[in-house]
Nanobody, 122 residues
Framework: QVQLVESGGGLVQPGGSLRLSCAAS????????MAWYRQAPGKQRELVAT???????KYTDSVKGRFTISRANAKNTVYLQMNSLKPEDTAVYYC????????????????WGQGTLVTVSS
């Protein structure tokens, strides 16, 4: 089965930076898109950033100008560079992918990572 493994979360002071990584592995023929979501305590999960197969990126308004999503296609890896972090960015960040399976390549499937905790606090 397809697995997404996230890393890079941790505790950082306001104004600091973190870089999250997510590596996809398993029976993947191709990746259609990858994205980062986040969920703060007591809040609903929200889409933070997405990057398509043709490298088009989109961001939620609250992170524009501060976060950057990028891909390393050869490794099916997605990154989220997070700068000028604020306490309100504190959340569990989840990696997501839409992909085509090389075992059953009849349509798009999706997978989620288990999440990595980002805490922004002084």
């Amino acid at each position: 089965q397809v697995q997404l493994v996230e890393s890079g979360g941790g505790l950082v002071q306001p104004g600091g930076s973190l870089r999250l990584s997510c590596a996809a592995s398993g029976s993947i023929l191709s990746v259609n898109a990858m994205a980062w979501y986040r969920q703060a305590p007591g809040k609903q999960r929200e889409l933070v950033a997405t990057i398509s197969s043709d490298e088009i990126t989109k961001y939620t308004d609250s992170v524009k100008g501060r976060f950057t999503i990028s891909r390393a296609n050869a490794k099916n890896t997605v990154y989220l560079q997070m700068n000028s972090l604020k306490p309100e960015d504190t959340a569990v960040y989840y990696c997501y992918t839409s992909y085509v399976s090389d075992y059953f390549p009849v349509g798009a499937l999706d997978a989620w990572g288990q999440g990595t905790l980002v805490t922004v606090s002084s």
